[in-house]
C-alpha cells in the first residue's frame, strides 16, 4: 500500500465537477453520510451511542452498557446492535450468553431502535439550506435519467425537504395505508424492465442504505409472517420494532431485504455506463460500502467519484494498492 500526496487545485475540481452535473448523458449519483445531517443539529454516531445509553431504561442500560464495554471503548452503536442480532441468532429458547436469553436480546434491541427514533425526533430541525439546495437543484437540473440519493442517515431529512419543495420521489415502497417494500421496482432484473412500470425520470430516487426511523417491522394480516412497511412520522407503538441498520446475520430476513436491494441498487448504478458519484459527509467507515465504490473504479473506467471532506481524509482513503 502507498501513500497518496493529497494535492489538487480546487478551481479545476469545481470546474470538473460543473461540467459533470451539466451533463445531459452522465447518470448523476449522491453518497450522503452522517455530517449531512450533523449540519442540520442531529448527532454523529459517537454522540448517538452515548445517547442511546444513556436514555434507556434501567434494565436495558445494564445490558447495552455491558456488551458496549465487551466490545470495547471505541464501539458504535452499529457495533452494538452488530453484537445483539449475533446473539439472537444464536440463542434457542433455553440458552443464555452474556446471562441473556433470547427473548431479552430481542426486547434489547427494539428498545434501543426506539430511543433512536426518539432522540432523532426530540431535536426542533432548522429548515436546511443544504437539503432544500439540493431539492431544488434535483427538481430543476432535468437530466436524461433519474437523479439517485444514496444516504446512511437515519432521519427524515432528504425526505422532508423533497416534499417541502414539491419533489416527488421515490424510495422502493408502494401502497397508501401501509406502504410495503417491493424490491422488483427498485432494481428489476434487465428483462422484467418493460412489464414493470417505474416512476418517471423527474422523480429523485432515494434509498436508505441504513434503514429509516420511519420504518416499522409489520405482521402480514393474510401470511402471518413479518415484512417492512413505511409509515407516518408517527411514535413507535410498545414493541414495534424500528428497521435501522443492517445486521451482517441473518435475524429476520424481512430485515435484510431493503439494505441488501439497495446495495444491489448502489453497485449496478456504478458498474456500467458514464456515472458521477457525489459523496459528502461519509466517513468512510462503512467496509461494505467502500467495497463497492472501489470496485466500481477498478471496472468502469467512466465513472467518477467526487468525495467531499470537512477535514483530512483518513488514512486508509489516502492509500491505493
Not at 452522465?26 to 445531517?37: E, K, Q, V
Not at 427494539?110 to 432523532?120: D, G, H, N
Not at 412497511?229 to 407503538?237: A, C, G, Q
Amino acid at each position: 500500500m502507498t501513500e497518496l500526496a493529497i494535492t489538487y487545485d480546487p478551481l479545476r475540481l469545481a470546474n470538473e465537477l460543473r461540467e459533470q452535473l451539466a451533463s445531459g448523458k452522465r447518470r448523476i449519483g449522491f453518497l450522503f453520510g452522517a455530517g449531512t445531517s450533523m449540519t442540520s443539529g442531529l448527532p454523529d454516531l459517537k454522540t448517538l451511542t452515548a445517547d442511546v445509553g444513556l436514555a434507556l431504561s434501567d434494565e436495558f442500560r445494564l445490558q447495552f452498557n455491558a456488551i458496549r464495554t465487551s466490545l470495547g471503548d471505541a464501539s458504535t452503536l452499529e457495533d452494538i446492535l452488530n453484537r445483539i442480532r449475533a446473539m439472537h441468532e444464536i440463542l434457542d429458547g433455553v440458552n443464555t450468553f452474556s446471562d441473556l436469553n433470547k427473548n431479552q436480546v430481542k426486547k434489547l434491541d427494539a428498545a434501543i431502535c426506539k430511543v433512536v427514533y426518539e432522540r432523532l425526533h426530540s431535536i426542533a430541525l432548522p429548515v436546511s439550506a443544504a437539503h432544500h439546495g439540493l431539492a431544488h437543484w434535483i427538481q430543476h437540473c432535468h437530466p436524461e435519467e433519474a437523479v439517485e440519493v444514496f444516504t446512511t442517515n437515519y432521519d427524515l431529512l432528504f425526505e422532508t425537504s423533497f416534499e417541502m419543495v414539491g419533489l416527488p420521489y421515490f424510495d422502493g415502497f408502494v401502497g397508501a395505508v401501509q406502504p410495503f417494500f417491493l424490491p422488483q421496482a427498485v432494481d428489476p432484473p434487465s428483462d422484467l424492465d418493460s412489464m414493470i412500470s417505474v416512476p418517471p425520470k423527474s422523480w429523485a430516487r432515494i434509498w436508505k442504505l441504513h434503514g429509516s426511523v420511519g420504518w416499522r417491522i409489520a405482521i402480514d394480516a393474510v401470511t402471518g409472517g413479518r415484512r417492512i412497511i413505511r409509515v407516518s412520522d408517527t411514535k413507535p407503538n410498545e414493541g414495534e420494532e424500528v428497521v435501522i441498520y443492517p445486521t451482517r446475520d441473518k435475524y429476520v430476513d424481512s430485515r435484510r431485504f431493503p439494505y441488501l436491494t439497495y446495495m444491489d441498487r448502489l453497485r449496478r448504478f456504478l458498474s456500467t455506463g458514464e456515472r458521477s458519484l457525489i459523496v459528502c459527509g461519509f466517513s468512510f467507515g462503512d467496509e461494505h460500502i467502500e467495497e463497492i465504490l472501489r470496485n466500481a473504479l477498478l471496472c468502469n473506467n467512466r465513472l467518477a467519484i467526487t468525495a467531499l471532506f470537512f477535514a483530512d481524509p483518513p488514512d486508509h482513503v489516502k492509500k491505493t494498492r
